[in-house]
């Protein structure tokens, strides 16, 4: 999942690519390749063909477990996920012989399995409950207001590089260096002994969340040295001060955004490794925050729950999902009018045409004065939010030619569907007799990674792949 449509030359991949135990290189389109042995044979698959070989497995688990063919489903994905990422995972379905009715936010799936069964809604006045889900790499903060029948969510914030693994990290730094100076052994530049020592950190968070102190003991660690370590919870809060002021700033944003107060938050759900930051959610929202959602099964739990709904074989309580993209979208065009007026070959005009927070599905009309083909590109209107490159994708309108080469009223209908995924659906112009004619729409730049390179059948050989570090 950290890796599928996300180019090679992504910092945040590199520095991703240092803690895995297997061999990643950039593969021709500038994706990356993963690299492990099957049958004594080196194999080179990408992301989206890892992707698809997992939700192959859960299709056959879970063909097993109901005894019936698995086709629909409902795919929970990061709310941060680009329209080429969103793009990638339904390929990857599409390998598994699946049907994504819907690639769902997680925060949303989860906001659906705590409001669904919630039998105390009123009609009228509206419950606002905010959800913290901080994971291994990443947090996202979601706000839904529920009303009896009906969910909408008034908020998403995220930070795609902040997670409960940058406290193991912060761990791992701690030791190595400690191990450094009191044994002499370097841990930094050995694979072996860095999966080793993270696992360790990893066991000494866990234990410090519901101890005031921790041991630390790795045995056979570098050159058959049995080492330790200890760690007092103070001493740990004390150096994770700064991720723990990092992690307020979704918080707070989610908040300026869904335009609430603090004192408008009824309750505050925490999933995921939110223990850490339990203080910090009970001084921003003030009141300590639930954990009664089982964190391991929320977003599977709604995710399913959406299925169904969507699903026409299913028949369950009528409830309405009001979910949002949470980054504005845009088009941006040559201005042809402003060209031959100031004599300017570059003049670019844009127009958001998907606001942050704007509803999903939602379809919009853009009118322009054109006589012949052009081009539209979609962009990200902030691409440093989602560290993304700002270029979505490019269509051509055309070709056409209009009557006397007069510029003519053209109306492009561009949709955002369903899994938060945007393009240029339509266009057309009006001919003679005021008589709609359609006009051709082309995507000229597809997503590189999302060609069907590895879409054909057959992937299931490398379902028992191992990917050992080369």
Not at 239 to 255: D, N, Q
Not at 317 to 335: C, G, M, S, T, Y
Request: with cysteine.
């Amino acid at each position: 999942m950290r890796l599928i449509g996300r180019p090679f030359s992504d910092p945040d991949l590199q520095q991703d690519l240092k803690e895995f135990p297997f061999s990643v290189t950039e593969g021709p389109d500038g994706f990356p390749l993963i690299h492990g042995h099957y049958n004594g044979e080196t194999k080179s698959v990408t992301p989206i063909q890892v992707m698809g070989m997992v939700f192959s497995d859960m299709k056959k688990k879970a063909e097993k477990n109901l005894k019936a063919a698995v086709v629909d489903c409902c795919i929970g994905i990061p709310v941060y996920f680009t329209d080429l990422q969103r793009r990638a995972v339904m390929d990857a379905a599409a390998i598994a012989g699946l049907n994504p009715l819907r690639l769902l936010h997680e925060t949303t799936a989860t906001a659906l399995a705590y409001g669904l069964y919630k039998t105390d809604l009123c009609e009228n006045k509206q419950l606002n409950v905010a959800f913290v889900d901080i994971g291994q790499f990443s947090m996202q903060v979601c706000i839904a207001g529920f009303k009896k029948g009906e969910m909408k969510i008034l908020a998403h914030f995220f930070d795609r590089s902040l997670g409960g693994g940058d406290f193991d990290e912060l761990l791992f730094d701690y030791f190595a260096g400690q191990f450094k100076a009191d044994y002499k052994i370097d841990a930094f530049h050995n694979d072996f002994a860095c999966i080793m020592l993270r696992a360790a950190c990893e066991k000494l968070k866990e234990v410090l969340r519901s101890n005031p102190e921790a041991p630390l003991y790795v045995e056979c660690f570098i050159d058959k040295k049995y080492v330790r370590g200890f760690m007092k919870r103070d001493k740990f809060e004390q150096i994770s001060t700064r991720i723990l002021e990092r992690m307020k700033k979704p918080l707070e944003k989610a908040l300026l955004e869904a335009k609430l107060t603090f004192n408008d938050i009824y309750a505050v759900e925490s999933v995921g490794s939110c223990s850490w930051v339990i203080e910090i959610l009970t001084k921003l929202f003030g009141k300590e925050p639930r954990r009664t959602m089982n964190a391991s099964e929320c977003v599977s739990r709604g995710c399913a729950l959406e299925c169904a709904i969507l699903s026409p074989n299913y028949k369950v309580r009528e409830f309405q999902v009001q979910d949002n993209i949470p980054f504005a979208i845009a088009l941006q065009w040559k201005d042809f009018t402003q060209i031959s007026l100031y004599g300017k070959k570059n003049y670019l005009e844009r127009c958001i045409v998907f606001a942050r927070g704007n509803p999903i599905p939602c379809v919009k009309s853009m009118t322009f004065y054109r006589s012949g083909t052009f081009s539209l590109d979609v962009k990200y209107v902030n691409a440093g939010e989602l560290q993304a490159p700002p270029k979505i994708s490019t269509y051509t309108i055309g070709p056409f030619q209009s009557a006397n080469g007069e510029p003519c009223k053209v109306e492009v209908e561009v949709g955002l569907n369903l899994h938060g995924c945007v393009s240029v659906n339509s266009a057309q112009f009006l001919g003679e007799g005021d008589i709609a004619i359609p006009i051709p729409v082309s995507k000229v730049e597809p997503s590189k990674e999302t060609t069907k390179m590895g879409m054909e059948k057959g992937l299931e050989v490398y379902e028992c792949l191992t990917l050992p570090k080369t």
